[in-house]
């Protein structure tokens, strides 16, 4: 008999990974939901609607819930705090209440913008402090997540990158407009730190997990992180991607100051102990993940 996960926001950048991953297992039966990229196999749902979430745990009862729909972008959210509280936090309640009611584990995808930036790594145990409204959204929706039932998952990412449609679909990937057209300055950001993390590594986490959960429910709860292991500003990226596909560097420049718009922390590492200790993971190189995502936009 197949398991059955249901993943939320499959349309989106790492919905796409995590529907990928659970579909070339066998073992798995993978119900995806979108709204407005909703497209072949994918169910169209409106997960602020109580009645149509209702009507997929009703007709799929899944035993694992991926949650991986949210407004994720931090200027979005500091000007549209309603919506982003009905799809963030309002959702994430009725997601849970519903697994619930069937016996289904929520992993509920949040970020390492729940953190400051002060005073990295943080453990999984690290006391959260969000800088913008985009991490207090996010930490509002762990919270929902364990208040509903303290057996359910939470895994924190960094800043992620994968297959795109298009460039804009990734605070990564977006840099690349700039990286590729050599004729004009090119000024990145040079102070926040980040860890880009490829989407299918994360994907293959969140699977590992899974499958240990149905093997061993008491095992596998709580909050996890998992991230990429290498330290890197915007302008790092930039001159990464340009040297790997063969672009010259000379037009890309360094900005010290911090980003501008919704405030960002300097440094949220998360240490990824709970996932290591379990010995999953999977981490892929920047230099080695990026070539394959941005080929296809060179000379575009």
């Known amino acids: 008999m197949a398991k059955k996960v249901l993943i939320t926001g499959a349309s989106g950048l790492l919905g796409r990974a995590l529907y990928k991953e659970f579909l070339k297992d ?3 039966e993978v119900l995806g939901l979108a709204f407005s990229r909703a497209h072949g196999d994918l169910r169209k749902v409106d997960i602020t609607s109580s009645e149509e979430l209702t009507k997929v745990f009703d007709d799929f009862k899944p035993q694992v819930v991926i949650h991986s729909a949210a407004e994720r972008k931090p200027d979005v959210v500091e000007k549209q705090p309603d919506a982003t509280r009905r799809l963030n936090i309002d959702a994430t309640r009725k997601i849970c209440e519903l697994a619930g009611k069937i016996g289904a584990w929520v992993l509920y995808i949040s970020t390492d913008y729940v953190f400051d930036g002060k005073n990295p790594p943080y453990n ?21 997540t364990l208040e509903v039932s303290k057996e359910n998952g939470v895994l924190r990412v960094p800043i992620l990158y994968g297959e795109v449609h298009d460039l804009g679909e990734s605070a990564v990937t977006v840099l690349f407009d700039k990286v590729k057209n050599t004729g ?3 000024v990145m950001n040079d102070y926040e730190r980040r860890y880009p993390t490829h989407c299918a590594d994360i994907a293959v986490v969140i699977r590992q997990l899974s499958d240990q959960k149905l093997q061993d429910p008491s095992n596998i709860g ?12 915007k302008y790092d990226m930039a001159v990464a991607m340009a040297t790997a596909l063969g672009i010259s560097t000379n037009h ?12 960002r922390p300097y440094n949220a590492h998360v240490g ?3 996932v ?9 190189p920047f230099k080695d993940g990026i070539v394959p995502v941005l080929s296809p936009f060179v000379g575009k």
Not at 224 to 233: A, L, P, Q
Not at 252 to 258: L, S
Not at 276 to 284: H, K, P, V
Request: hydrophobic letters at 25%; glycine letters at 12%.
């Open 276 to 284: 290591e200790s379990l010995g999953f993971g999977r981490r892929t």
């Open 124 to 144: 999984e145990d690290a006391t959260p402090n969000p800088l913008n409204k985009y991490g207090e959204s996010k930490l509002n929706g762990e919270l929902v």
């Open 222 to 233: 709580g909050i996890y992180h998992w991230s990429g292991d290498e330290n890197m500003t």
């Open 272 to 274: 990824c102990q709970r």
């Open 26 to 28: 066998t073992t798995w």
């Open 184 to 186: 004009s300055q090119c």
């Open 252 to 263: 890309i420049e360094a900005d010290k100051n911090p980003s501008v718009g919704a405030t």
